[in-house]
């Protein structure tokens, strides 16, 4: 059965060779696309060196305030700002601030 299989489907190969073609690299793409975007993910969320504690680390970029007339400002956070948010919080091991000096 398995060699009838094979047979109908070297026939069927070699009649449509173009389409054949098309279908078989279409998938080959297909599959390494998907390897490539899980690679890719896998890294940027995964535990790797030298950030082995990846899972457990909060990075904040900026921080909104909503007024009560219901605008809102937002902005990079100051060093005072880090420490009495971030420094009070139980469990914290360590906090670090990197700042973009402009000019």
Not at 35 to 42: E, P
Not at 56 to 82: D, P, Q, T, Y
Not at 84 to 95: M, Q
Request: a positive charge; charged letters at 15%; one cysteine or more.
């Amino acid at each position: 059965m398995l060699k009838v299989y094979l047979k109908q489907a070297w026939n069927l190969i070699r009649q449509e060779r173009l389409f054949s073609l098309i279908y078989i690299v279409g998938t080959g793409l297909s599959v390494s696309m998907v390897m490539v975007l899980s690679i890719v993910f896998y890294i940027k969320i995964a535990n790797i060196y030298p950030e082995t504690n990846r899972d457990r680390m909060l990075v904040a970029k900026s921080g909104m305030i909503k007024h009560k007339n219901g605008s809102n400002s937002s902005s990079s956070l100051s060093e005072g700002m880090v420490n009495t948010c971030f420094g009070s919080l139980k469990g914290v091991e360590a906090v670090a601030l990197i700042s973009r000096n402009s000019g």
